[in-house]
């Protein structure tokens, strides 16, 4: 018989797990011997994925939802229950990317983003806390972003919801403190992953401007994730790009606002010069 692996018997739902990091999330957990409930809106690659899992002779469960609609965060955790008993880990990867300058923002993707990136954790997350407390352990990872910690131009909405992410995480984990429940942010930089590929950013104007630094593999972040895991690490940063923009934004926050501008600013520039120029031909038009 082989070692026992660290996660052997333990239940892991992982959102947005059809692609990118939680793909790989779910598969390096499989292979530390968890058993998988995934979760996203694609049911026939979430069935791929459990086809993979159960190779490496583990169990998933394969639940569909649009995590973009106010409250299916929580009926994801109930029917999870239902089926499994418990949650041992759960990891809150679901998000999307949304790449405008603040004039040309539009409300209406901006809330259903926020639904996925904020909303479902902080509703999966009230669901299943009465559970692990019960118990007295369990482990919440929310994929987060060092976008949530040193805010870049052209993406203000997705900055916010990953800053809101980043306060509710922390005020979570106080609560937390004597709990046995370990909770973890992962904060990521760009990744290479259909991110890049959703309509609110392929479809910008400004997409360009969003992929401005190297891209790391979602397999390197599932990588530090799994150690996070491991070791109940309270925050990960990944680049030391990353790990010294958080260190320097309070204390040199106008060196980062000129290393921001020059990262995005020409071509916000340019569209700010537009919206100036609309407004003058409108204001003349009216005249």
Known sequence: MGAAKLFEGK????TGASTGIGRCVALDYAREGAELILAARSEDKLNRLKEEIEALGRRAVVLPVDLSRPGEAAKLMDRALEGCRRIDILVNNAGVGYV???????????????????????EATQR???????????QIINVSSIAGKRALPASSMYNASKFALEGFTEALRVELYRSGIQVISICPS???TPFFEHPYVKDSPLREQSHSLPAMSP?????????????????????????????????????????AFRMRGEKVAK??????????LDSGMGS
């Open 271 to 280: 569209r700010y010069a537009e919206i100036i120029e609309r407004s003058r």
């Open 100 to 122: 405008e300058v603040v004039p040309d923002v539009d409300f209406e993707k901006a809330r259903r983003m926020f639904e996925i990136n904020f909303w479902s954790a902080v």
């Open 190 to 192: 760009v990744t290479e």
């Open 219 to 259: 397999e390197s972040v599932s990588r530090g994730l799994l150690r996070a895991s491991k070791k109940g690490k309270r925050d990960v940063h990944f680049t030391w790009l990353g790990w010294l923009a958080v260190r320097l934004n309070p204390l040199m926050p106008r060196l980062l606002d000129w290393i």
């Open 11 to 14: 239940f892991v739902l992982v």
């Open 128 to 138: 299943i806390l009465p559970h692990m407390l019960k118990r007295g352990s369990g």
